[in-house]
């Protein structure tokens, strides 16, 4: 998504907030001033004020001297306030205002709150992690170990087959993972590419060397090489509610737990194709049992069970067909089929 587009949301969420304040509902337990400190993310601080914390973007007041108040930093501080009876969230820079020079004074981006977690997150949101039935079957791939190992970690040399050119200097290293399918259709959305680290090029030639500078798992003969990306992630999100009637389901959870929790990362089977963007956050249903009715007795009679809410995520990174997400809130078990569904 480009910084033109984000900056577009935020301001829409901006404006909205004079049209939806209304129907804000509080945290009973609310302060009514707080003070931001460092670890602090904006969904945090919001769910002190807010009921629904995501809404954050509908009370938010836009000060004149702020050039941009979705960035906000340890010591600000944020009060509540009430405009004709509607709630507003304002922002006071916490450091001193010192003329030192004609220059402005600029904060650090990387000092800025982040929107949800992102130490949960950041190995998503710069690699292809979800490609073609193709594209890791033609990667060039880890052939040996360099110390013959069996397997091989951040330090050690790899060999790799198929690099073409010098060109790229840098490569991630994938492991194939099986495919996304849809539960309701059996259409495969797309195949899974499970990052295991990157490395960089020491000798080009076939095979090539290349040294593990950082690995998240062990990796392995067979193992895929791309090109490492260079695009600076998004770390700063704008949570919003899909179309009315949006509804999917959970069809992938990130290394393979039986139960999903809080800030797990979950796969859903909605995409770009099918309006999914980066931001949307949807309520889970734990998918209801069906079971048998006892007390009738007739052998035939089975019956489903409401489905159950049983959290709250928000989307972090979309691909074409499935859409990556983070459990933010998870009142009860949330399984893989559990279905997700606009606020």
Known sequence: MSIKKLLGMVTAALIAGSVYAADIVLNPTHPDRYVVVKGDTLWDISSRFLRDPWLWPEVWYVNPQIANPHLIYPGDILTLVYIDGKPQLRLQRGYPTVKLSPHARVQPLDRAIPTIPIDAIKQFLTRPLVVDKDTLKKAPYIVASAGEHIVSGAGDRVYVRGIQGEDEGLYDAFRPGGPYIDPDTGEILGYEAIYVGTSAVQRFGDPATLLLTETTREARVGDRMLPAMKTAPITHFTPHAPDSGTEGRIISVYDGVTQIGQ??????????????????????????????????????????????????????????????????????????????RAP
Request: glycine share 8%; hydrophobic share 45%.
């Open 263 to 340: 800030f797990d990362v979950v796969v859903l089977n909605r995409g770009e194709a099918d309006g999914m963007e980066i931001g949307h956050v949807m309520k889970i249903f734990q998918a209801g049992r069906e079971i048998k009715d006892t007390v009738d007795g007739r052998i035939s009679n089975r019956v489903k069970l409401p489905d159950e809410e049983a959290g709250l995520l928000m989307v972090f990174r979309t691909f074409d067909r499935v859409s990556f997400a983070l459990v933010m809130k998870a009142s009860q078990a949330i399984h893989v089929l559990d279905y997700v």
